[in-house]
C-alpha cells in the first residue's frame, strides 16, 4: 500500500497561489481543514443494559491518509481522543486515498496511540477496497482510477462531466484490500465486514454490526445480522448513509456514518454536485426516523485538503438507558427471528435524546 510521496505539481502550486491572491481561499485552503471539531451527543437506548450505563463511543470517519495529512494536525486528533477516554472506537471507513497508504507511518502512529477498553473496530470505506468505487454524476457504482488531480475530479462533478474513461460500471463486488487488512490486524483494529459481534460481558451486552460499503457493492445486510442478539440493543455503522435505506427491515437502535465530509465546500448547489451521495437528506450531524436514531459524521480527511463550512469532526456520543422502543417492528424474509426471540414492544423509560451542554 506505500508508495512513493509525489511532487507536488504545477497544478497544485498554482491552486495554492490562487488561494493565497484571493484572501477569501485561504481560509478553506489552510485553516479549516486543520479545525478539528469535537460533537458531543447524549443519546437514550431503551434496552441498554445497567452496566453500560454511560458508554463513551467515539465515532471517526474518513481520515483519507495522504501526502497531504498533516502530522500536526493527526497529533492533536489522537491527544484529543485520550482526553475523551472513549469506551469504544468506532471508525467508518476511507483510510486510504484511492486504494493507496502513502503514509504509512502516520496511520501507524495513529492507530499505536489510539487505545479503548472495548477495543476499535472499523468497517471498510469505498477507498478501501482493492479498486476505488465512487458514484458518477447519474449516480451509478463505477470503479476505477479516476483521471487527473482530486482538485479536477471535484470540478468535473461539478459541471455533471461524464465518468473518466479510466472507470467502469460497477457488475460484481470489489476484491478486498489484503494489505488493509492486514494494517489493521496488526494495529488490533477489529474489521467488521458484514458482521456482528457483541460488546460487554454476560448478559450486559450490545449488538455491534459492521456493514460492507454498498458503493463496492459488498452491503449485505442478510450476512451481517445474522449474529445479532434481537434481546440487546444495537449499533450499526457502515460508510455512506446510502446503506440505510436498505436497512428498514433489519434491527438497530444507533445507526453511524460517514463518507459524506458534511459536503466538504458546504454551500448550495455545490456541496449537492461534488458529493457523491444518493440520499442527500442524510448529509451530516443527527437524524431521527422511524424510532431510530442516525448521526453521520464529517470525517476528519479529504482526497485533497480544500474545506467550507464542514470542518472535521470527531463524534463523542454518550449512551444512556431511555427512550421509547419501537413498536411494529418490520419484519424480513433476509432476517429470521426465531420464535423463543422477545419482539419488540413499546415501553417509556425516560425522555428522548438530549444534547449535552
Not at 503514509?103 to 495513529?110: C, G, N, Q, V, Y
Not at 492507530?111 to 478501501?128: E, Q, R, S, V, Y
Amino acid at each position: 500500500m506505500s508508495i512513493a510521496t509525489p511532487r507536488k505539481s504545477w497544478f497544485e502550486w498554482l491552486f495554492d497561489a490562487l488561494c493565497i491572491a484571493s484572501i477569501v481561499g485561504i481560509y478553506p485552503r489552510f485553516i479549516e481543514p486543520r479545525l478539528i471539531v469535537t460533537s458531543r451527543r447524549r443519546l437514550f437506548l431503551p434496552t441498554l443494559p445497567p452496566s453500560l450505563n454511560g458508554m463513551k463511543v467515539l465515532l471517526l470517519s474518513d481520515l483519507h491518509i495522504n501526502h497531504y495529512s498533516s502530522p500536526g494536525t493527526l497529533l492533536r486528533l489522537q491527544k484529543t481522543v485520550a482526553r475523551l477516554s472513549p469506551d469504544i472506537i468506532l471508525f467508518a471507513g476511507d483510510l486510504l486515498t484511492y486504494s493507496q497508504l502513502p503514509r504509512a507511518d502516520l496511520a501507524s502512529t495513529l492507530f499505536n496511540n489510539l487505545k479503548a477498553p472495548f477495543g476499535i473496530f472499523a468497517c471498510l470505506g469505498n477507498h478501501d477496497y482493492k479498486e476505488y468505487s465512487t458514484l458518477d454524476s447519474s449516480g451509478e457504482a463505477v470503479s476505477g482510477y479516476p483521471n487527473g488531480h482530486p482538485l479536477l475530479q471535484g470540478i468535473k462533478r461539478l459541471f455533471g462531466a461524464p465518468r473518466s474513461s479510466r472507470q467502469h460500471p460497477l457488475t460484481e463486488p470489489l476484491p478486498l484490500n489484503r494489505e488493509l487488512l492486514r494494517f489493521y490486524s496488526d494495529h488490533n483494529v477489529t474489521v467488521l465486514d458484514n458482521e456482528t459481534v457483541h460488546i460487554g460481558h454476560g448478559s450486559q451486552r450490545i449488538n455491534l454490526t459492521g456493514l460492507g460499503d454498498i458503493t463496492a457493492g459488498h452491503l449485505s445486510p442478510a450476512t451481517a445480522f445474522k449474529g445479532y442478539d434481537l434481546r440487546l440493543p444495537g449499533i450499526v455503522f457502515a460508510h455512506s448513509p446510502d446503506a440505510y435505506a436498505q436497512l428498514s427491515y433489519f434491527p438497530g437502535d444507533l445507526f453511524l456514518f460517514g463518507h459524506t465530509h458534511g459536503g466538504q465546500v458546504n454551500i448550495p448547489f455545490f456541496w449537492e454536485r461534488i458529493t457523491p451521495l444518493l440520499d442527500k437528506s442524510l448529509k451530516s450531524g443527527l437524524y431521527h426516523r422511524e424510532g431510530r436514531t442516525i448521526f453521520v459524521t464529517r470525517g476528519i480527511g479529504a482526497t485533497f485538503p480544500f474545506r467550507l463550512f464542514a470542518p472535521p469532526q470527531i463524534v463523542l456520543l454518550e449512551l444512556f438507558r431511555g427512550g421509547v422502543l419501537r413498536s411494529n417492528a418490520l419484519s424480513s424474509s433476509l432476517f429470521e427471528i426465531a420464535p423463543a426471540t422477545p419482539s419488540f414492544a413499546t415501553h417509556r423509560i425516560t425522555p428522548n435524546e438530549e444534547p449535552l451542554p
